[in-house]
């Protein structure tokens, strides 16, 4: 055999990188779509209103997505760098289960595993039932000045009397 031989990839070794490298980039997209998602919820759902005690949710999400994304674009590197080897002494064996990429791969796949699991805690935690217990109410305030336009049992009866963009609805304790 050689040298050229030796050097070539076998047509199962270069489907997996394939595979590894579409799987990758599925895991960056989807967490990239998330985080829109994720902003887009917020704004519009919620208000821009994110109760204090969901916010620790939301950033561990947010740190776990970005932890995603970039292990993901490591890993792009690190399967790069297996294929495209110089001639040297230390030579990688060309598979994608070398520790390298297995860390970062596990990184990137449980990274996105929390933060899925971050999101629905958020999400279940933000959701305020439709009449809130008697000791709060919703509060439609200005957003200029310190004035309240009124007083709501429900959220959505607060949005419906906010007929400008300077008020926005607040859950507030009695």
Known sequence: MSDGENMSINDEKKLAFEFKKHSVNLYITLATGIIAIGVTFIKDLLGGDVPESSLFWL????????????SGMVLNHQLTGILDQKASSTKVDITIRANNIG???????????????????????????????????????STSDSSDLGVFETRSMCIEAINEELYRCKLVKL
Request: aromatic share 18%; charged share 10%.
């Open 103 to 141: 860390l970062s791969s596990a990184i990137q796949f449980f990274s996105f595993l929390a933060s899925l699991i971050f999101i629905a805690l958020f999400a279940s935690s933000s959701m305020q039932p439709k009449h809130v217990a008697s000791d709060f109410l919703w509060v439609a305030e």
């Open 59 to 70: 950033k561990a999400s947010c740190w776990g997505l970005i932890i995603c994304i970039f």
